[in-house]
């Protein structure tokens, strides 16, 4: 298995503009994780779906961020309009089940986004 | 609220020798797990080892091993035997049952093997 896939591998966009990223998850895989990592904040999970549906969104920052997971293989996370304190590294990362402190979360490589 | 602390920014260490990166908690729940993940250069997130909070004995993956302290809620990784390929971020994480969908990460210790 190819594993968790994410694009792009980085980002460098304005002010203002709209940013989509994206992810695969591992085939198979019922759950998956949106994280952001900045330096001042650390990892932090942003939402997470079980079988495309949005469980949990409270890590959300504001409305100007918004996630999809329109199917079992595809998911977007979208910020319009972005601002340069968005600047991160955003993972995502999928788990075979229902989240559980048993089931291993798999991480993507991350998608480096910067916002000038 | 639970929190997780690493207050080792950064840490070194000779190939083959021994290290241990310090981890500590806070939480109000008896039942919970710990993690210990590796983000080598490539920023990629990979679990080294797990341990679940009421299980007395610690974890050991390989040349990976824990000292868990539930008492003084203190959860630090040993890396026997250091290899240059064990440099990485390391990062203390935290889910307990009643919040499976989160996991909170501690800030993260930088490791530089030296060969």
């Known amino acids: 298995d190819a594993g968790v896939i994410q694009s792009p591998r980085h980002e460098v966009t304005e002010m203002g503009q709209e940013v989509t990223l994206r992810c695969k998850p591992i085939s198979g895989h019922n759950s998956l994780f949106w994280y952001r990592q900045t330096m001042m904040r650390g990892l932090e999970l942003l939402i997470y779906?079980?079988?495309?549906?949005?469980?949990?969104d409270s890590g959300m920052p504001e409305d100007r961020f918004s996630a999809k997971m329109p199917n079992a293989s595809f998911s977007t996370l979208k910020i319009q309009p972005s601002e340069p304190r968005d600047s991160a590294v955003y993972f995502c990362a999928s788990s075979p089940g229902l989240p559980s402190p048993t089931d291993t979360q798999y991480f993507g490589p991350g998608t480096r986004l910067t916002v000038l | 609220a639970q929190t997780v602390t690493q207050s080792q920014p950064e840490m070194s260490v000779q190939e083959a020798e021994t290290v241990t990166l310090s981890c500590t908690y806070d939480?109000?729940?008896?039942?919970?797990?710990l993690f210990w993940y590796k983000q080598p250069p490539s920023r990629q997130m990979i679990l080294v080892i797990r341990q679940e909070a009421y299980k007395q004995q610690n974890a050991t993956e390989n040349r990976f091993s824990v000292n868990f302290q539930k008492a003084a809620k203190s959860f630090s990784l040993k890396i026997s035997d250091s290899q240059l390929g064990d440099t990485a971020m390391y990062f203390c994480a935290f889910t307990d049952f009643h919040n499976t969908d989160k996991l909170i990460f501690g800030t993260g210790t930088r490791l530089q093997v030296f060969p």
């Open positions: 779906f079980n079988n495309n549906v949005p469980i949990d």
């Open positions: 939480t109000s729940e008896s039942n919970y797990y």
